[in-house]
């Protein structure tokens, strides 16, 4: 298994739009994804769960992938987390 700690920065959060666009970046990884936040953990490759998280601006998430394919896996959530999904 390998983590990250890692700030949401985009101005909105989680909502609909970067939700959908990381769930099917980890929809092709064998891994399992989790994103661990305000002592929830969160499946990583579910677009209801993840929006009724309520994941806000500045807030901090922890991505844990485990798999054969970890490493790709996390490298991908977090730079999508940390560009702000390419929003503003």
């Known amino acids: 298994m390998v983590s ?3 700030k949401v920065v985009n101005s909105q ?3 609909m739009r970067p939700v959908t666009t990381f ?4 929809g092709k990884y064998e891994s399992d994804i989790k994103i661990l936040s305000k002592g929830n953990e969160i499946n990583g490759k579910s677009l209801m769960t993840i929006v009724a998280a309520c994941i806000k601006c500045g807030d901090e998430v922890e ?3 485990s798999g054969a ?3 790709a896996a996390l490298q991908e959530a977090i730079g999508m ?3 702000g999904f390419g929003e503003e």
């Open 4 to 6: 990250k700690k890692v």
């Open 13 to 15: 959060g989680f909502h």
């Open 23 to 26: 769930v099917g970046a980890m």
């Open 63 to 65: 991505v844990q992938c």
């Open 69 to 71: 394919d970890e490493d």
């Open 81 to 83: 987390i940390e560009s």
